[in-house]
């Protein structure tokens, strides 16, 4: 149980274009979705916290208008890199919360995002 | 805010050594505590976890974790390792609060001579 999806698992884009990014849970309704980000060989930052039904919570530093997020039901959170560049080549990564008041999270297989 | 320090970047061990791996948090309150594995080229996957009680958290694949609240520290330990433990390691931590977001180290790279 508790298996979080992402759909593409590697995408390449052309510079200026827009990419959307699916994360779902499988077997459980996730209230919340987190979305982070890796850069090779670092760690995982977190960009956004998702409720379901509400605006996203954006870390500091993340550009809201740019990492567009939807959590428009309790399986499915999507982010979408708007005008992507070069810069923003890189592992995207949701994580999911099984109910409110749980400690756990489930990853996600992650997204290779490839920017020309 | 919470932080998450893990002081090596880099490890090299050969198989059968024990490894202890340093993981410490900054935060007041209460807590929680996780270790992650990511085996290259693989997703991320829980190893082990600390809400409460007994501060010796056994996990997968002979792992263990002791959660020493004096020292904000979570170091990750195994007796013997072998060449399959091979991965980057991620200490992470929330707040224990609001069952909050959860803030990674900067990870650990383990590398097992065979």
């Known amino acids: 149980g508790a298996v979080v999806s992402q759909h593409p698992s590697r995408v390449i884009c052309k510079s200026g274009t827009s990419v959307k990014i699916e994360c779902r849970s499988l077997d459980f309704q996730a209230t919340t979705m987190f979305w982070y980000r890796q850069f090779p060989k670092q760690s995982l930052m977190l960009m956004a916290t998702s409720n379901e039904g509400s605006k996203a919570t954006y870390e500091q530093g993340v550009e809201k208008d740019k990492f567009l997020i939807n959590h428009a039901s309790l399986t499915l959170s999507t982010l979408t890199v708007t005008s992507a560049h070069p810069e923003d080549s890189s592992f995207y990564i949701c994580?999911?919360?099984?109910?409110?008041?749980?400690?756990?999270?489930?990853f996600g297989p992650g997204t290779r995002l490839t920017v020309t | 805010a919470q932080s998450v320090s893990q002081h090596n970047h880099h490890v090299i061990l050969s198989e059968a050594a024990s490894l202890e791996l340093g993981c410490n948090y900054s935060?007041?309150?209460?807590?929680?505590l996780f270790w992650y594995v990511q085996y290259p080229g693989q997703h991320l996957q829980l190893l082990l976890k600390?809400?409460?009680?007994?501060?010796l958290v056994k996990g997968i694949k002979g792992f263990e974790a002791e959660f020493i609240k004096s020292k904000f520290s979570f170091n990750l330990r195994k007796p013997s390792v072998q060449w399959s433990d091979t991965a980057e390691y991620f200490c992470a931590v929330s707040r224990r609060s609001s069952a909050s977001k959860i803030i990674f180290g900067s990870g650990t790279r383990l590398s097992i001579r065979p």
């Open positions: 994580s999911a919360r099984n109910q409110e008041g749980s400690y756990e999270q489930y």
């Open positions: 600390y809400f409460s009680g007994d501060p």
């Open positions: 935060y007041g309150g209460t807590v929680n």
